[in-house]
């Protein structure tokens, strides 16, 4: 009898397919790679985040932030590269560790039993307790009792929800914001008397609290929580325990101290006085001068938050300015600068801006080239503040003392120096007001990031009226949404 020539062949399929089958969890078995082995094969360490003032931001196009640098801490413990992965709302970074597109998620996260059901985490590396916040002007609530007809809104998908969920009384009236809406959107709604009441995590609330300076805390709903970060709930647990190690030595426990003095400590908060006056003269005086920011922006590459920023600084965008050395308009130039320029008028705000501008472009451009971004802007900063002169001294007198020239850290910790005769008779420039330009690259960042969180929250906005998103804002069932 004939064989049919694809009765073997199906055969052959057949039988091709049972072994495979059949050796299938051997191959797995021979082939399988712990998840720690397979960051380290790849070389990369993919890490989901949010942007916030506390988990990661980018600065002149540097990324920062508290999250940003632990995590890149642990990259270089491991040896790879750093992959940074931010989404726009907590569910997106929950669904990426699901899906295994991150490996873990660094973005302040509190550890909940409702996300221990669903989640790992790591050793907790800070603690923060959840506060209720009102606006100041309204009466104080004491309680929960005390929220009336308030309308209290929280960020979808948070500890916050959980919490509410969790543990408000009956009766009180609260609802999830639209997902796109960051705590720091939502701080800054109640600032603006959009909203009457939020939750916020009180180390992000105490570092941006100066921002938001009619906000104030009501009271207190947790005893201190732990943060961590967050992984996939799975039975290999190579990259816990490599976590467990890295948390638990001696020399990332004095880093990761250095990391919170740097982000959360009390000399990082702006004056609040200063701040009311600041928000106020945003709203008066920047929107007639603007155009001129964002048109030098265009002109010099500069973002023109930070062109505005120096503008304020210099005459609190006051066109009118002028300084007992005889400096004048909006970017205080001197009469030399200003000829230097070609400008023909000091106070007229267009010029000023837009010279200034091109002057700080200048000076920024010609600084070493070995001085990288974000310190590059500081540095800047400082030379159009000091003098580039005064500025190297410091740098010298830095490198001296067997610290990084390179490093605006260090460097403006040796700037104060040039007032002292025992230190400055030893460079070359001379005497100079070092306080100064520390203070003034400061208030400069702290300008600049209130205006940047302030175009976020236009975009968000914008988006919001554009795609008619109020009524996606109607509150959620919340076991949907976390
Ligand atoms: N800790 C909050 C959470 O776990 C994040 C929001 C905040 O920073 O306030 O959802």
């Known amino acids: 009898m004939l064989t049919h020539p694809t009765f073997s062949i199906r055969n052959l399929l057949a039988m091709t397919l049972l072994a495979l089958f059949l050796f299938a969890p051997f191959l797995a078995y021979i082939s399988h790679q712990t998840v720690l082995e397979a960051i380290q094969s790849r070389g990369e360490l993919r890490v989901a985040t949010r942007q916030s003032p506390t988990t990661y931001f980018l600065e002149e196009g540097e990324p920062g932030g508290f999250e940003y640098e632990l995590a890149k801490l642990y990259a270089d413990h491991l040896g790879v590269k750093l992959k940074i992965i931010s989404y726009n709302r907590l569910q997106e970074i929950?669904?990426?560790?699901?899906?295994?597109?991150?490996?873990?998620?660094?973005?302040?996260?509190?550890?909940?039993?409702?996300?221990?059901?669903?989640?790992?985490?790591?050793?907790?590396?800070?603690?923060?307790?959840?506060?209720?916040?009102?606006?100041?002007?309204?009466?104080?609530?004491?309680?929960?009792?005390?929220?009336?007809?308030?309308?209290?809104?929280?960020?979808?998908?948070?500890?916050?929800?959980?919490?509410?969920?969790?543990l408000t009384p009956e009766g009180v009236d609260w609802h999830v914001a639209d997902g796109d809406l960051e705590v720091l959107d939502l701080i800054s709604r109640v600032d603006e008397g959009e909203l009457d009441y939020t939750l916020v995590d009180a180390t992000e609330f105490t570092i941006n609290r100066a921002f938001f300076p009619r906000v104030r805390p009501a009271f207190t709903i947790t005893e201190p929580q732990p943060i961590a970060w967050m992984l996939k709930q799975q039975r290999d647990t190579s990259l816990q325990h490599s976590l467990s190690n890295f948390f638990a030595d001696e020399e990332i426990q004095h880093a990761i101290e250095g990391l919170k003095e740097r982000y959360f400590s009390r000399s990082q908060r702006l004056n609040l006085v200063d701040n009311l006056t600041f928000r106020r003269h945003m709203e008066t005086r920047l929107p007639p001068l603007r155009d001129w920011f964002q048109q030098a922006a265009e002109e010099t590459g500069i973002s023109w938050q930070l062109l505005a920023a120096i503008g304020y600084q210099e005459s609190h965008w006051n066109p009118r300015a002028v300084s007992p050395t005889g400096v004048r308009g909006v970017m205080m130039?001197?009469?030399?600068?200003?000829?230097?320029?070609?400008?023909?008028?000091?106070?007229?705000?267009?010029?000023?801006?837009?010279?200034?501008?091109?002057?700080?472009?200048?000076?920024?451009?010609?600084?070493?080239?070995?001085?990288?971004?974000?310190?590059?802007?500081?540095?800047?900063l400082a030379a159009y503040n000091v003098g580039r002169g005064h500025l190297e001294d410091a740098r010298i007198l830095t490198e001296r003392a067997g610290k990084n020239p390179d490093s605006w850290e260090d460097v403006k910790a040796h700037l104060p120096l040039l007032t002292q005769a025992k230190w400055y008779k030893t460079v070359k420039h001379g005497f100079a007001r070092g306080h100064e330009p520390v203070?003034?690259?400061?208030?400069?960042?702290?300008y600049r990031h209130q205006l940047m969180l302030e175009s976020r929250l236009e975009a968000v906005q914008q988006q919001q009226s554009a795609s008619g998103a109020a009524a996606s804002r109607l509150p959620e069932a919340l076991p949907n949404t976390l």
């Open 94 to 166: 929950y669904d990426s560790l699901r899906l295994n597109n991150t490996h873990l998620a660094a973005a302040g996260l509190t550890i909940t039993p409702e996300r221990q059901t669903r989640f790992e985490f790591g050793p907790s590396y800070m603690e923060s307790k959840t506060q209720l916040i009102y606006r100041s002007g309204n009466k104080r609530p004491k309680g929960f009792d005390d929220l009336g007809e308030g309308r209290l809104e929280v960020m979808a998908n948070s500890s916050h929800a959980e919490l509410l969920a969790t």
């Open 333 to 380: 130039l001197t009469q030399t600068t200003a000829r230097s320029l070609g400008l023909t008028k000091r106070t007229d705000p267009e010029q000023s801006i837009r010279g200034g501008a091109r002057y700080f472009a200048g000076i920024h451009k010609r600084l070493p080239e070995r001085l990288q971004e974000p310190d590059r802007t500081y540095f800047a």
């Open 439 to 446: 203070v003034y690259v400061r208030n400069i960042r702290r």
